[in-house]
């Protein structure tokens, strides 16, 4: 049993090392242009699109939360636990207003840091 074992953890270990890419050596310009792509820096225009987005993305995610906390709540009263859609209307209110906020601070960060780079850029 234990032979097998070895025998089979031996055969794994053999085609894993099969399987492992030999490293070859990178070009300047390859290199150079790796290194460039994780430097880009964004312009305004992605900014203020992507803050847009966010703060999209956060008042939907608040809008599934509201509706998540109002079906519970709904399906708790009409199985006569009132305390328990109080818990669950409760939980997607708080849930909505952290979601929309979250959107709304980040989205605005970003659009103010666009409208930033584009005054900067005018003068």
Do not use: E, F, W
């Amino acid at each position: 049993m234990i032979l097998r074992l070895l025998a089979a953890t031996m055969y794994l270990a053999g085609i894993c090392i099969a399987q492992t890419p030999s490293s070859t050596p990178v070009s300047g310009a390859a290199q150079a242009d790796t290194n460039k792509r994780a430097h880009t820096r964004t312009s305004a225009k992605h900014d203020v699109g992507s803050g847009a987005g966010d703060i999209g993305k956060g008042a939907a995610k608040g809008l599934g939360s509201a509706a998540t906390g109002a079906g519970k709540a709904a399906i708790d009263l009409a199985t006569l636990h009132p305390i328990g859609a109080a818990t669950d209307l409760g939980r997607g209110a708080v849930s909505t207003g952290t979601n929309v906020g979250a959107g709304a601070v980040k989205g605005t960060g970003k659009i103010l840091r666009g409208t930033g780079k584009a005054i900067k850029h005018l003068l």
